[in-house]
């Protein structure tokens, strides 16, 4: 009967990371620079004369080697999109956008998991 028990638990063990981990974002933000692996700031608002955001997030619950998506959108309009991999259960990771003139306005960056569902979505104003 133990062994029956302890078969059971070790059966469950190795399949508790699939089971309950889940691909999430626990932090996302907008930023003028990506520094030792973190962000230096978190913007909502920006002149529009800056020269390149980041979009840094961290992604945690990741069972195995999988991607995240970034995709920028100003007004609407999708204006890049950047696969970048999760190599493991909490992973930092970030994109970039060149941000030219005439671009002011309503920006969103959508965080897509690997299916692409959506994860987070993250506004911001360029002025």
Known sequence: MKIHRLAMFLLMLCCLPTAVLALEVSE??????VSDRAPVDAIQA???SVERLFC????TGAAEDT??????????????RTELPVRSGDW???SQKTIFPGSAGDWKVDVLGP????LKSISFTLN
């Open 28 to 33: 996302a933000v907008i930023t003028t620079q």
């Open 46 to 48: 920006y002149p529009a």
């Open 56 to 59: 840094f997030t961290r992604v």
């Open 67 to 80: 991607s995240i998506t970034h995709v920028w959108y100003l007004h609407g309009v999708e204006m890049s």
């Open 92 to 94: 930092r990771t970030w």
């Open 115 to 118: 299916e692409g569902k959506l």
